[in-house]
T-cell receptor, first 114, second 115 residues
Framework: GQQLNQSPQSMFIQEGEDVSMNCTSSSIFNTWLWYKQDPGEGPVLLIALYKAGELTSNGRLTAQFGITRKDSFLNISASIPSDVGIYFC??????????????FGQGTTLQVKP | DAMVIQNPRYQVTQFGKPVTLSCSQTLNHNVMYWYQQKSSQAPKLLFH???????NEADTPDNFQSRRPNTSFCFLDIRSPGLGDTAMYLC??????????????FGDGTRLSIL
């Protein structure tokens, strides 16, 4: 099925560094979601974005809905070891209507060195 | 407290032996989804229910079936599991409406191994 282009695929950073990851698509979306998945667990919703240009924060996390509606980024400031995991972007397309079907990115694996 | 609960968390079954995975929710959401997630990949949607309406993805194998007896429960049945069906199976819910998309909330998954 269709996927979003998510990058980078993986990151290995030092504790305290800032992190940035993004997703792009050739199609427009009317909702962007960012999830974090720990090993052996289900994805947990971090941030939901509903309007083009919207910038939303959740603690050290900040995400933006691109103005073209075809991209989104997630920033993590001052990373800590518990930020380790896989981060997925997901878009809901215009016309999804009642189903809320998600299109997922390939994921960004984040590792943080203490 | 967990709001989307999947049972069991781990399941090992034999090749060809039918298996059923369970999902329950306390959110009273009208939409329930089943995903398959293989190692290092994104979740892949198998099917979903909007209330009692079943929606199958075009590439979901016939081997995979689902039942939703009421709002709170949804089951994934694999009639004759093959080795390639070894994966994490995720259930998710959302409060679907006609005018807006609502985010999906996931359970912790069932890790299924076919031997």
């Amino acid at each position: 099925g269709q996927q979003l282009n998510q990058s980078p695929q993986s990151m290995f950073i030092q504790e305290g560094e800032d992190v940035s990851m993004n997703c792009t698509s050739s199609s427009i979306f009317n909702t962007w979601l960012w999830y974090k998945q720990d090993p052996g667990e289900g994805p947990v919703l971090l941030i939901a974005l509903y309007k083009a240009g919207e910038l939303t924060s959740n603690g050290r996390l900040t995400a933006q809905f691109g103005i073209t509606r075809k991209d989104s980024f997630l920033n993590i400031s001052a990373s800590i070891p518990s930020d380790v995991g896989i981060y997925f972007c997901a878009g809901q397309r215009v016309g999804s209507g009642n189903t809320g079907k998600l299109i997922f990115g390939q994921g960004t694996t984040l590792q943080v060195k203490p | 407290d967990a709001m989307v609960i999947q049972n069991p968390r781990y399941q090992v079954t034999q090749f060809g032996k039918p298996v059923t995975l369970s999902c329950s929710q306390t959110l009273n959401h009208n939409v329930m989804y089943w995903y398959q997630q293989k190692s290092s990949q994104a979740p892949k949607l198998l099917f979903h229910y909007y209330d009692k309406d079943f929606n199958n993805e075009a590439d979901t194998p016939d081997n995979f079936q689902s039942r939703r007896p009421n709002t709170s429960f949804c089951f994934l049945d694999i009639r004759s599991p093959g080795l390639g069906d070894t994966a994490m199976y995720l259930c998710a819910t959302s409060s679907g409406t006609g005018n807006s998309n609502q985010p999906q909330h996931f359970g912790d998954g069932t890790r299924l191994s076919i031997l």
